[in-house]
């Protein structure tokens, strides 16, 4: 009798389970068995080794899937990794979408003030504080979205904890890339139609329908 360390048996993602190890003399029959072995370098060179060995012993004893510790790992994740990979393209594109979506709205937005612009300017105002005023409300609507999505991800991370393995919830750099990007498209989507607009002769930005 003994005691063995910690070892994850079906899934690296569930709980360590409280496991017995029976030998196999005492079950009375043998469907297969798993052996590991340990060693220094690279373990794939102990392949041939390890079949010379064995038919050394018993010729009639089959031996397959043999594979070192990690690739055992990577098949044990592949399905996650799958997963995550899909869900990075999806998510990657769904960004996508919202940005080129954020550009046209804040765009159109600011086209549809080319008049009030315009009077603005003939009333003195300059080119620099009226692209200001219009960046200053694009991103004052960028940082509200900013702080509910900001929420809203740091929330649903919480539920999808128990489905990760190695990765943190919580990803301060992905979510700082990402609001980063989209603070920026929204100051590019504000900057572009304000600073056309007030390119433009006031004259013509008056009769601007």
């Known amino acids: 009798m003994g005691v063995v360390g910690d070892t994850k048996y079906e899934s ?8 017995v190890y029976v030998p196999s003399a005492q079950q009375g029959f043998a469907n297969g068995g798993t052996i590991y072995v340990r060693a220094q370098g690279d373990p794939t060179q102990l392949f041939n080794l390890l079949r010379t060995a064995v038919r050394g ?10 594979r ?14 799958l997963l995550a990979t899909l869900s990075s393209v999806f ?3 769904a960004t996508l979408l919202a940005a080129l979506g954020l550009y046209g709205v804040m ?7 080319t ?6 300017m003939a009333l ?40 990760l393995f190695g990765v ?20 590019l989507a504000g900057y572009i139609p304000a600073r056309r607009a007030t390119g433009i002769d006031p004259m013509s930005a008056l009769r601007w329908e």
């Open 68 to 81: 070192t510790l990690t690739d055992q790992m990577e098949i044990s994740l592949l399905t996650d990794r």
């Open 57 to 66: 012993v018993d010729a009639g004893v089959p031996m397959y899937g043999m």
């Open 12 to 19: 690296m993602r569930d709980e360590i389970p409280y496991e």
């Open 124 to 163: 003195g105002a300059g080119q620099g504080s009226v692209v200001w005023m219009v960046l200053r409300e694009t991103l004052t609507l960028a940082a509200i979205g900013l702080a509910i999505g900001l929420t809203g991800a740091y929330g649903v991370t919480r539920l999808i904890q128990a489905q």
């Open 168 to 187: 943190a919830p919580t990803d301060l750099l992905t979510m700082a890339a990402a609001s980063l990007g989209i603070a920026a498209v929204t100051a």
């Open 115 to 120: 008049r009030e612009i315009g009077i603005r």
């Open 91 to 93: 998510g990657c594109l």
């Open 107 to 113: 765009a159109f937005m600011v086209a549809r003030r």
